[in-house]
């Protein structure tokens, strides 16, 4: 084993990681589950030590210590007092000092090993005599090794021959082992449930599935034409980036996280929901996350060396995958499952996405003169495009907003005032009343000016921030018009902006 290996624990995570790159699963396998995560790594971990994270995690620094003598680093710097904490059927308590004769019968089988006794043969009395183990009884017995003289380099080369020993015996190890068991009796049962749903939906004929799926997307305009055009444009890019490994294409091809967040807004969910198909939303979602996830940390490096030009090339490899299996597998089911109903709503809502790969979405004809319909409203319901809603949670909603509200339609009427404690105060009887008479002299021709302005669309915003009763405010004033672009009156809203103070400045502090 390399003793070289010094590991300094008052280095950050980030750093201990750059120079052992295989502290990374060590970590993980000890609980530090970020540490695996690049963004947490480069984040948080330049800032993290491991015994500050150990601390905040709730991680024994015994079981940390032990596993990083065993795996043959040599621990320097502060190493802080160890206080082992077992977790004992969910509940944490102080492990005791093992018995002198448990003690004993470890440093025999210890020395045992240093003496060169095969493995095998110490394994056999071990599992004879000890049910288990705690991974603190091991700790201990090593210290009492080296009290007893025994030379540091010697106990941290028997270290992995300890681990060896006594693999799976630890109450740790047989604690992770139990939970493993549970996670993956959840994902049976989930894969179970699963399978119950497909049994409440239709079986689809999904034979000519790939004709259905080119036939869509030769319709201007549909949300498959958008989103294949896409797929070429990433193609090309790729191609271009893998010919020439121009780096300055790499945000061009980051533009992909748009093009994502469309399938998994719009494609996955309503597979999954209304149609019983979870496969998209359970696999492609998830590679869609890290394919972005790792594009941006890549990019955000200043290092390109060998190994960050090996990782580009890995995902987009991916991203190159991620477009044959849109073409031929996502988009053909979709093409058998979604209504023209359920066509014509992604198209709508793409229109709230940015452009990306420069393909701008073409007007679909049959989209845009086809209303969609909402099933009929129950009585004391609001229907409105973007729901629907009872009075009694539409009013509750409005209260939960954290500014006061008033509304003031196009005939400079009154129309609405949030109800609740307010700084600008708004008595009911205000209500119905011309806006103007609310407002004191000096003040209404400004009023009378912004409004005008609203009215003749010379402006929509107005923001005016003040001091009231010792707190900073924001007063915004927008025109409120309908998708034509006629007034319909103008809007209030009056925010407490203490908060920001609070946040920003306390940090400072």
């Not at 006594?166 to 959840?186: C, D, L, Q, R």
């Not at 594009?295 to 490096?301: G, H, K, P, Y």
């Not at 359920?342 to 049959?366: L, N, T």
Request: proline share 4%; hydrophobic share 35%.
């Amino acid at each position: 084993m390399d003793m070289a290996k010094k590991l300094d624990l008052n280095k950050t995570v980030f750093e201990l990681t750059q120079e052992y790159p295989e502290l990374v699963e060590m970590m993980a396998g000890l609980g530090f589950t970020e540490v695996a995560k690049k963004p947490m790594l480069h984040s948080v971990g330049k800032m993290m030590t491991i015994p500050k994270g150990a601390k905040l995690k709730k991680i024994s620094m015994m079981d940390v210590v032990t596993t990083l003598m065993s795996n043959g680093f040599e621990l320097i710097g502060d190493i802080p007092d160890i206080e082992t904490v077992s977790r004992v059927e969910g509940k944490e308590e102080k492990t005791k000092n093992p018995s002198t004769g448990r003690k004993e019968q470890i440093k025999a089988y210890l020395r045992r090993l240093g003496d060169g006794e095969e493995l095998e043969e110490v394994r056999k009395d071990f599992v004879r005599d000890f049910g288990e183990v705690e991974a603190s009884e091991i700790m201990e017995a090593e210290q009492e090794l080296l009290k007893e003289g025994t030379p540091l380099n010697e106990v941290q080369r028997l270290c992995d021959i300890h681990s060896a020993l006594f693999h799976g015996s630890t109450t740790e190890e047989k604690i992770a082992n139990a939970e493993k068991e549970v996670e993956a009796s959840i994902l049976r049962k989930n894969a179970q449930e699963e399978l119950k749903k497909k049994d409440q939906f239709p079986e689809k004929d999904y034979t000519d599935k790939n004709v259905k799926a080119s036939e869509l997307a030769a319709i201007p305009g549909h949300p498959l034409d958008t989103l294949k055009k896409e797929n070429e444009a990433l193609s090309t890019l790729l191609a271009k980036f893998k010919e020439s490994k121009d780096e300055s294409l790499l945000s061009e091809i980051r533009q992909l996280s748009i093009h994502y967040a469309k399938k998994g807004d719009l494609l996955y969910p309503l597979l999954k929901v209304n149609y019983g198909i979870s496969g998209p939303s359970d696999v492609m979602w998830t590679v869609d996350d890290e394919i972005r996830d790792e594009l941006r940390t890549l990019a955000s490096e200043r290092e390109h060396g060998k190994e960050w030009s090996a990782e580009l090339e890995a995902v987009l490899t991916r991203a190159e995958e991620m477009i044959y299996k849109e073409q031929n597998i996502l988009f053909p089911i979709c093409a058998v499952n979604f209504t023209e109903q359920d066509w014509y709503g992604i198209y709508r809502d793409s229109k709230d996405y940015s452009v990306c790969f420069g393909i701008e979405q073409e007007i679909w004809e049959e989209a845009e003169n086809t209303v969609t319909t909402m099933a009929a409203a129950s009585e004391g319901e609001i229907v409105m495009p973007g729901g629907r809603l009872t009075i009694e949670q539409l009013t509750a909603l409005l209260n939960a907003i954290p500014m006061e509200i008033t509304f003031v339609d196009a005939d400079n009427i009154n129309r609405f005032f949030g109800e609740g404690t307010k700084v600008f105060k708004r008595p009911l009887a205000a209500l119905n009343r011309e806006v103007f008479s609310c407002h004191p002299p000096k003040i209404e021709p400004m009023v009378r000016q912004i409004i005008g302005d609203f009215r003749d669309g010379n402006r929509d915003l107005v923001e005016v921030w003040m001091e009231k009763e010792g707190r900073t405010m924001l007063v915004k004033y927008m025109a409120v018009r309908d998708g034509a672009g006629k007034y319909l009156g103008t809007l209030e809203l009056v925010q407490d902006m203490e908060f920001t103070k609070e946040h920003f400045l306390g940090k400072e502090a």
